[in-house]
């Protein structure tokens, strides 16, 4: 599918296990590290290293397409970001009226009646990323992935908990994402110092 990203077996940059890792701003980090970077509360995403809760606007998920690198490195991303960070909240977090909006940035003259009240804030995000009409389609090309990402996205959550359900209904104990990576403590992390600091060697002192 391809909104999966690719994985590799690698040592994380902020545990130092050698783990399944992936991508974050070009370093390296295990599923319970991945949330942790990312911001996100707890150890909320599941096998798919996806946040078990739809994203609620389209700044979420631009925000975790950049960091991650979904579709390369994110700069179109922060592009997205930035354009919609300067247009007023209530704006902002309204996926429905962004995407309506979406065919017209490079026209705003032409919108429709009903978004017509919008086109002054438009203007004044756009003049303060000042985008011509060539990065305005790409701005809006990002915008529409953006947006069907967060469209699929909510689809595989729904599956998920569809599939939790199911399995508790037929007796079996749904997973716990939420839970806690033992090796993250920091009894943990005081354990694996020490292994390294045994297994480096000897500093050999110099001949007199």
């Known amino acids: 599918m391809r909104h999966e990203c690719c994985y590799t077996w690698t040592t994380c940059d902020r ?3 050698a783990r399944e890792t992936r991508k974050i701003l070009r370093s390296d980090y295990c599923r319970a590290c991945h949330p942790i970077i990312l911001g996100l509360p ?3 995403i599941d096998d798919s290293w996806l ?3 739809p994203f609620e606007h389209l700044i979420a998920a631009a925000r975790f397409i950049a960091a991650t690198e979904r579709y390369g490195p994110g700069f179109w991303e922060n592009y997205s970001i930035g354009f919609l960070r300067e247009l007023p909240i209530s704006l902002a977090y309204n ?3 962004i995407v309506q909006i979406l065919p017209y940035l490079n026209s705003l003259s032409e919108l429709p009646a ?3 009240r919008y086109e002054p804030q438009l203007r004044f995000a756009l003049d303060a990323l000042k985008l011509d009409n060539t990065m305005l389609v790409a ?3 990002t915008l529409h992935h953006i947006y069907e990402f967060k469209l699929w996205h909510q689809k595989h959550v729904a599956e998920r908990n569809a599939r939790d359900q199911y ?3 037929a007796g079996f104990t749904p997973k716990n994402y939420r839970t806690t990576d033992p090796l993250l403590s920091q009894l943990s992390a005081r354990e694996r110092r ?3 600091i045994a297994k480096a060697p000897a500093p050999v002192s110099p001949e007199t």
Request: proline share 8%; aromatic share 0%.
């Open 51 to 53: 946040p078990l809760e």
């Open 95 to 97: 996926t429905e009226i």
């Open 139 to 141: 701005l809006t090309a």
């Open 42 to 44: 707890d150890s909320v």
């Open 194 to 196: 020490r292994r390294r």
């Open 15 to 17: 545990c130092h296990r």
């Open 114 to 116: 009903p978004l017509k």
């Open 167 to 169: 399995l508790a209904a």
